[in-house]
Nanobody, 125 residues
Framework: QVQLLESGGGLVQAGGSLRLSCAAS???????MGWFRQAPGKERDFVAA????????NYKDSVKGRFTISRDNAKNTVYLQMNSLKPEDTAVYFC???????????????????WGQGTQVTVSS
């Protein structure tokens, strides 16, 4: 079993920054981690992912250059640094862990077996 707990969401003005954290407990060794987001009335959407080693990352095109995903395996924590935030970044952000260890990064939600409860990010214009 894996439990994921996100934190760091909030209300910020356009152009501002937030850092989301996702603390994991349970089996984490070897598993890629991802961040997804879901805006009201829309489907859950891939944002960023990182391999177990941290050497490889992948981003949604619209957040490249603004968001950075990282992880600290000693702390079992994954981070999403979000800079230059835009109103269209407003959503509930979820972290997730891959359902299979040591495989290539996936941008598909179905590849992720465990999810956190989400944290709200609101960007005002």
């Amino acid at each position: 079993q894996v439990q994921l707990l996100e934190s760091g969401g909030g209300l910020v003005q356009a152009g501002g920054s937030l850092r989301l954290s996702c603390a994991a407990s349970g089996r984490t060794v070897g598993y890629n981690m991802g961040w997804f987001r879901q805006a009201p009335g829309k489907e859950r959407d891939f944002v960023a992912a990182i391999t177990w080693s941290g050497r490889t990352t992948n981003y949604k095109d619209s957040v490249k250059g603004r968001f950075t995903i990282s992880r600290d395996n000693a702390k079992n924590t994954v981070y999403l640094q979000m800079n230059s935030l835009k109103p269209e970044d407003t959503a509930v952000y979820f972290c997730a862990t891959d359902s299979t260890a040591f495989r290539s990064l996936s941008t598909v939600a179905d590849a992720y077996g465990y999810w956190g409860q989400g944290t709200q990010v609101t960007v005002s214009s």
